[in-house]
């Protein structure tokens, strides 16, 4: 009797605790979807960043891939030290220093011719081998792709130009001219190299940084278009749209 009892004691038992565990496990679950379909997901969260120009690219890629953007991003410290060192050194020396081109050219090959002829005849004093001169020249494969390169890029450039040109694109013409009219503003302000010199500084400083600041830039950048948006808004609202229409727009509207 007492088995009996214990056993009918224990099968409610078994019994409740199968009931509330099942509970347990439907809640959890129901918790665990209901919180699944409240976290929105990271493809969601993704498009929701707002980036500069609306870049849906890396800044590396943007800049083309390759070398030209690792030596812009200072992947190799060395090359981009290397060319913003070289590029600071021509600017001195032509822009400071007032140096001319042609002149420099002309020394450095006197200075060069110099060197060897006087290795030359003293090798026969000293009774050793005379400087051997390696035979420079470029080769026609080189040649032809610059060649090539150069063509392919001032056909596109002024296949670019005659678009614009036609008149199908508005903005791109307004664009175009505002872009062309600010570099004629700095090309009287300053010369071509310095314009030249300015631009590689710039294309070595401003991408690495943005790089490195990506986030803060594209918040403010962010804040700052919704500014302009709203300013434009009110200035349509109060300026534009009491300009008087014609009655052909009218219609076309």
């Known amino acids: 009797m007492a088995e009996h009892s214990e056993e009918s004691s224990s099968k409610p038992e078994s019994l409740m605790e199968k009931i509330v565990g099942k509970l347990h496990g439907d809640?959890?679950?129901?918790?665990?979807?209901d919180n699944e379909k409240s976290k929105p997901s990271a493809s969601s969260i993704k498009a929701k960043i707002y980036r500069l120009f609306g870049r849906e690219r890396s800044v590396h890629n943007v800049l083309g891939g390759g070398k030209p953007a690792d030596v812009f991003l200072w992947r190799n410290k060395k090359i981009s030290a290397g060319v913003i060192g070289g590029a600071?050194?021509?600017?001195?020396?032509f822009e400071l220093l007032e140096y001319h081109l042609l002149s420099l050219v002309c020394h450095c090959l006197i200075l060069s011719l110099a060197i060897l002829f006087l290795?030359?005849?003293?090798?026969?004093?000293?009774?050793?081998?005379?400087?051997?001169?390696?035979?420079?020249?470029i080769p026609e494969d080189l040649a032809v792709n610059v060649a090539l390169s150069l063509r392919y890029e001032i056909n596109r450039a002024f296949a670019v130009l005659r678009e614009i040109a036609s008149g199908r694109d508005l903005k791109k013409f307004l664009v175009v001219i505002a872009g062309l009219w600010v570099l004629s503003i700095l090309g009287s302000c300053c010369n071509f190299l310095t314009l030249f010199y300015t631009m590689l500084v710039t294309l070595?400083?401003?991408p690495v940084l943005y790089e490195k600041y990506e986030d803060k830039v594209d918040s403010f950048a962010e804040k700052a278009m919704a500014e302009i948006k709203?300013?434009?808004g009110v200035f349509d609202a109060k300026v534009l749209s009491k300009i008087p229409r014609s009655p052909?727009?009218?219609?076309k509207h």
């Open 119 to 137: 290795w030359s005849n003293a090798s026969t004093f000293i009774n050793k081998a005379p400087p051997r001169i390696p035979e420079a020249s």
């Open 88 to 93: 600071t050194a021509v600017w001195v020396l």
């Open 204 to 206: 070595h400083t401003v």
């Open 230 to 232: 709203k300013q434009y």
């Open 248 to 251: 052909l727009k009218d219609k």
């Open 27 to 33: 809640s959890s679950s129901s918790s665990d979807s």
